[in-house]
């Protein structure tokens, strides 16, 4: 079956430490995304690429960066300088023609630093 | 992208209707009106989406005021695994800088 996969589900960091978490897709979509989401609250899109090779800052870009060296890979790395990166990531894809259908969501990745 | 306005949590009786409202005064002619929602530590998960007219899936209903201000989503025979967090959401078709706000807490009991 197609769909997205993130991994690691769970993630430990030491502060200080950068750590990259991992988004996969199998649908053949042009368009990726990842988001943040803080408990209780919304998303925050951090990046998006529209396609390969490119891909543009978030509402909350500051201490991340990303990656689209192949279509179906498009992996975020938190950096030493996010101040206060515990959070549930959420990965997105959506394809050019079908984009009408919006998104297709990972089953996200919680990152705690201990 | 418009933004919404949704109450912070609704309940439901298991069996009955849910309906649950969203406001979007700025909505602009050429966005659409989305509906996801996210079971506890899952990724959201489409509902349905609709521009003008009134839409019905296997999932849910989605009635959209002639003024499209405003929205419903009805799940007509709501289940306890319905229990989710429900977003409303406006985006311009092919927009990719969408805003998910907090969404609505729906509790479905028994």
């Known amino acids: 079956d197609g769909g997205i996969t993130q991994s690691p589900k769970y993630l430990f960091r030491k502060e200080g430490q950068n750590v990259t978490l991992s988004c996969e897709q199998n649908l053949n979509h042009d368009a990726m995304y990842w988001y943040r989401q803080d408990p209780g609250q919304g998303l925050r899109l951090i990046y998006y690429?529209?396609?390969?090779?490119?891909?543009q800052k978030g509402d909350i870009a500051e201490g991340y960066s990303v990656s689209r060296e192949k279509k179906e890979s498009f992996p975020l790395t938190v950096t030493s300088a996010q101040k206060n990166p515990t959070a549930f990531y959420l990965c997105?894809?959506?394809?050019?023609?079908?984009?009408?259908?919006?998104?297709?969501f990972g089953s996200g990745t919680r990152l705690t630093v201990v | 992208d418009a933004k919404t306005t949704q109450p912070t949590s609704m309940d439901c009786a298991e069996g009955r209707a849910a309906n649950l409202p969203c406001n979007h005064s700025?909505?602009?002619?050429?966005?659409?009106v989305y509906w996801y929602r996210q079971i506890h530590s899952q990724g959201p998960q489409y509902i349905i989406h609709g521009l003008k007219n009134n839409e019905t899936n296997e999932m849910a209903s989605l009635i959209i005021t002639e003024d499209r201000k405003s929205s419903t989503l009805i799940l007509p025979h709501a289940t306890l695994r319905d229990t989710a967090v429900y977003y409303c959401i406006v985006r311009v078709f092919g927009g990719f800088k969408t805003i998910f706000g907090a969404g609505t807490r729906l509790f479905v009991k028994a």
């Open positions: 690429s529209q396609i390969v090779n490119d891909f």
């Open positions: 700025t909505i602009s002619g050429n966005e659409y």
């Open positions: 997105a894809s959506s394809s050019g023609q079908g984009r009408i259908y919006g998104y297709t």
